[in-house]
Structure formats: structure tokens, C-alpha cells
């Protein structure tokens, strides 16, 4: 079956770093998505991976592994802003997005 | 960027009757859309697919009678909930992917909140 894993929740500081990881098995693999989902609000684009490597975009970057089946989200110079649920998700062989149930992301003062 | 809008927002709708929720890519063509619906702490869970001019692909466990998804044009696509119950109360959240399939990002519509009392 298809499988993607995040943390449900995790907490940080403000100003801090923080990195939130995701693993997954599908069907084929036609690139990895990182959205940001406000309370109340529908998921906004943040991120997209096809090849390995480091996608680096202002204070936000996300990873990939293909070999490994893993991401990770790296969020810095925290914001309180950035409260919110980071949903990854995989497009697999029918480019058909798999979604991760979405990592809550809390950011303490 | 690609904008998509949804409309309503917000519907309150009392059970057995039936709400239409719109969703319209306002920029580009979008050649195929995708409905959602997310339970409040849950992540997103794709209810059907449709492509413009045919009939949408909807997933296992969810009904297609109940939940009547029209694409008619390449800007529009409505999704009708029929003869609602409470428990169809829910955020639903429309997607759309455009023309140019070497672009597979999904840009979303800021999503309906149905509430069936």
C-alpha cells in the first residue's frame, strides 16, 4: 500500500530552526510536494521535489531522497506566523497526489 | 500565480436538502480538478477527480450519486452534495492543475465549509 509519515505535532521556538521529516512508500514517484495549511484555510504550495537534493526558498528549504523514500521541511528563523500544519504529499505513478495526515507545528514565544 | 476561487465559503444547509459548491480557476485552464474533504485535525482526503468534458473518477467509498461533481468547462467545476446529512458537514476543498502537465502543481480554492443541521 502507499504510505507517508510526518510527526503529528512538534513545537519550536521562536527564531529557532526546526525540521520536520517525512517517509513514504507509493507507487511510482513523480516528485514530493510540502504545502502550508493555516486553521480554517486550504493548503498553500510551498515546495516541490523531483530530483535529490536541497530546494532552498528564503527562509523555508526542503530536501529529498529518493533512495531513502524521505523529506524534510526546514524551517528558519522561526516566525509566530508559522503556526500551522505542514502537509507533505507524493505524486505517484498516476499523478495522483498521496497526502501525509499533516505535522502541526506549534512556535512558542 | 494560478488563483482558484470557491463559492460559497460558508453554507448552512438544513438535512435532505442539497448544496452546490462552485469552483472556478480564475487565470489559467485547468484541465483537470480535484475534490476534497477534511475533517477537522485530519489531512485532506480526495473524494474524486475530474477532467473537463468527461465524467469525474471518484474514490472508493464515496458515493457518486450523493456527491454529483460536474466539469463543464475548462474553468468550472461544481461538486452537489444531495439529500445532505450532518455528518456530510465538513470542510471541502476544491484543487486544479492546469494545461501544462510538466507543471503538476495543484493550486487550491480557500475551501467551503458545509454545515448540515
Known amino acids: 500500500g502507499q504510505n507517508i509519515d510526518q510527526p503529528t505535532e512538534m513545537t519550536a521556538t521562536e527564531g529557532a530552526i526546526v525540521q520536520i521529516n517525512c517517509t513514504y512508500q507509493t507507487s511510482g514517484f513523480n516528485g514530493l510536494f510540502w504545502y502550508q495549511q493555516h486553521a480554517g484555510e486550504a493548503p498553500t504550495f510551498l515546495s516541490y521535489n523531483v530530483l535529490d537534493g536541497l530546494e532552498e526558498k528564503g527562509r523555508f528549504s526542503s530536501f529529498l531522497s529518493r533512495s531513502k523514500g524521505y523529506s524534510y521541511l526546514l524551517l528558519k528563523e522561526l516566525q509566530m506566523k508559522d503556526s500551522a500544519s505542514y502537509l507533505c504529499a507524493v505524486m505517484d505513478s498516476n499523478y495522483q497526489l498521496i497526502w501525509g495526515a499533516g505535522t502541526k507545528l506549534i512556535i512558542k514565544p | 500565480g494560478a488563483v482558484v476561487s470557491q463559492h460559497p465559503s460558508r453554507v448552512i444547509c438544513k438535512s435532505g436538502t442539497s448544496v452546490k459548491i462552485e469552483c472556478r480557476s480564475l487565470?489559467?485552464?485547468?484541465?483537470?480538478m480535484f475534490w476534497y474533504r477534511q475533517f477537522p485535525k485530519k489531512s485532506l482526503m480526495l473524494m474524486a477527480t475530474s477532467n473537463e468534458g468527461s465524467k469525474a473518477t471518484y474514490e472508493q467509498g464515496v458515493e457518486k450519486d450523493k456527491f454529483l461533481i460536474n466539469h463543464a468547462s475548462l474553468t468550472l467545476s461544481t461538486l452537489t452534495v444531495t439529500s445532505a446529512h450532518p455528518e456530510d458537514s465538513s470542510f471541502y476543498i476544491c484543487s486544479a492543475r492546469g494545461e501544462r502537465e510538466s507543471s503538476y502543481e495543484q493550486y487550491f480554492g480557500p475551501g467551503t465549509r458545509l454545515t448540515v443541521t
Open positions: 487565470d489559467f485552464q485547468a484541465t483537470t
